[in-house]
T-cell receptor
Framework: DVKVTQSSRYLVKRTGEKVFLECVQDMDHENMFWYRQDPGLGLRLIYFSYDVKMKEKGDIPEGYSVSREKKERFSLILESASTNQTSMYLC????????????FGPGTRLTVT | AQSVTQLGSHVSVSEGALVLLRCNYSSSVPPYLFWYVQYPNQGLQLLLKYTSAATLVKGINGFEAEFKKSETSFHLTKPSAHMSDAAEYFCAVSDRGRDDKIIFGKGTRLHILP
């Protein structure tokens, strides 16, 4: 089974802090994704990566950056956390040729106070 | 460009009753379509997917969905609701591009009434 893990289930940070959210997948997938989920808005794509050191902006990249130094790990960085970044963050991976299915981690619920 | 519309942000059904969650899609190419489920405080789990083979797709936990090209719909059904089906359900579409991007609907929260 594909396993996608996220470093924290719950995180509380203060405004202005630098925040790192880590995601690791164990299936050698090429593609990895970061979403944020808010009530009534569904999942919105922040960034994605289709290869090591490659990244592409999603629909809402402002205030975020990402890093992918190794194939299995994709990090989301909030350079200076703000209260409007309080949300559920979901990581996903995909890469089975012709499948197009994404596999999700359990999510990190981030609260910025 | 792809898009997905889920009708109804909240749906309530009685235990044992039919579950019907509606999804309409827009796609410029033959799409792949997905239904994902999210239980409280968990990530998303694939329920079923349509990949241009059979138009009636069976998934886990007794759910199924029918692809109707003429109606651009991919509604999710289950004949008899169970309390454990209470969750949020997301319909999604892929343009089958190189980067495997998926466009998600806004979700429908299913409530099961005893």
């Amino acid at each position: 089974d594909v396993k996608v893990t996220q470093s924290s289930r719950y995180l509380v940070k203060r405004t202005g802090e630098k925040v790192f959210l880590e995601c690791v997948q164990d299936m050698d997938h090429e593609n990895m994704f970061w979403y944020r989920q808010d009530p009534g808005l569904g999942l919105r794509l922040i960034y994605f990566s289709y290869d090591v050191k490659m990244k592409e902006k999603g629909d809402i990249p402002e205030g975020y950056s990402v890093s992918r130094e190794k194939k299995e790990r994709f990090s989301l960085i909030l350079e200076s956390a703000s209260t409007n970044q309080t949300s559920m963050y979901l990581c996903a991976s995909s890469g089975v040729i012709g499948n197009y299915e994404q596999y999700f981690g359990p999510g990190t619920r981030l609260t910025v106070t | 460009a792809q898009s997905v519309t889920q009708l109804g942000s909240h749906v309530s059904v009685s235990e044992g009753a039919l579950v019907l969650l509606r999804c309409n899609y827009s796609s410029s190419v033959p799409p792949y379509l997905f239904w994902y489920v999210q239980y409280p405080n968990q990530g998303l789990q694939l329920l079923l997917k349509y990949t241009s083979a059979a138009t009636l797709v069976k998934g886990i936990n007794g759910f199924e969905a029918e692809f109707k090209k003429s109606e651009t719909s991919f509604h999710l059904t289950k004949p008899s609701a169970h309390m454990s089906d209470a969750a949020e359900y997301f319909c999604a579409v892929s343009d089958r591009g190189r980067d495997d991007k998926i466009i998600f609907g806004k979700g429908t929260r299913l409530h099961i009434l005893p």
